[in-house]
């Protein structure tokens, strides 16, 4: 069964990258990717009314009467083992105080994951790329107004040095293997196994001295979905 749901991730990911745009470093980024498992619509409405209830501390019972409809009932909608009717979801929300529409923001609102692997990340071009700096795009952002991309990147020990990396966005790096002095603007940190580095990337950035090879760190760089 493993094998199968990690088989079913890679081409996920993979059928994912179907839909990739220009990333803000000439990278391939993804935009899109399989919708998740569909929520049935009662099921959605139950769980956002008993939410409701319970925030406002109340007992089914105490709901039930005031939306004047029976325990029993609320029970199913609860449940999501009925469709309830417009005016008793107008009932319900007037009781909640809430408007109506909230029963179905829960539904409309995509919910995404993604799960990757260990060594089934997607092997994506960068600038880097040439100079020996391999990058594994290991999760994907499919809504909202960022994108955000996780790569683990990995310097063999032919890498070069490459520190002309500038695009919009903030970078963080976290270091798992090997050392580098790496560069952001005029500055130069080194970065050894557990250290981290946050930065805006509008400024040139990228690794100046391989110290000790091969090593691997993750990067995860946010910018704003145009």
């Known amino acids: 069964m493993a094998e199968t749901q990690a088989t079913r991730q890679d081409d996920a990911l993979r059928a994912a990258a179907e839909a990739i745009a220009d990333g803000p470093d ?41 939306a004047n409809i029976s325990s029993g009932m609320l029970s199913k909608i609860e449940n999501g083992g009925i469709s309830p009717s417009l005016s008793t979801l107008q009932s319900l ?56 991309e996780p790569y683990l990147i990995t310097l063999s020990e ?14 963080f790096l976290y270091m798992l293997t090997g ?11 080194l970065l050894e196994p557990g250290d981290a580095l946050f930065f805006d990337c509008g400024a040139p950035h990228g690794p100046e001295v391989l110290v000790e090879t091969p090593m691997t760190y993750l990067s995860i760089i946010i910018y704003p979905r145009s």
């Open 26 to 66: 000439g990278a391939k980024s993804v935009s899109n990717a399989p919708s998740r498992d569909e929520l049935t619509l009662e099921i959605s409405i139950g769980r956002k009314i008993r939410a409701l209830r319970q925030k406002l501390q109340l007992t089914g019972a105490d709901l039930a009467t005031e």
């Open 158 to 171: 032919d890498a070069e040095p490459y520190t002309l990396f500038q695009h919009e966005g903030v970078e």
């Open 179 to 189: 050392k580098v002095h790496y560069r952001h603007a005029d500055k130069t940190y």
């Open 93 to 148: 929300a007037r009781v909640l105080n809430v408007p109506m529409t909230s029963f179905f923001a829960d539904f409309e609102e995509r919910r995404d994951c993604s799960y990757v692997k260990s060594g089934k990340g997607l092997p994506i071009e960068r600038r880097g790329t040439k100079a020996g700096h391999r990058y594994e795009l290991i999760g994907h952002s499919l809504a909202g107004d960022i994108v955000v």
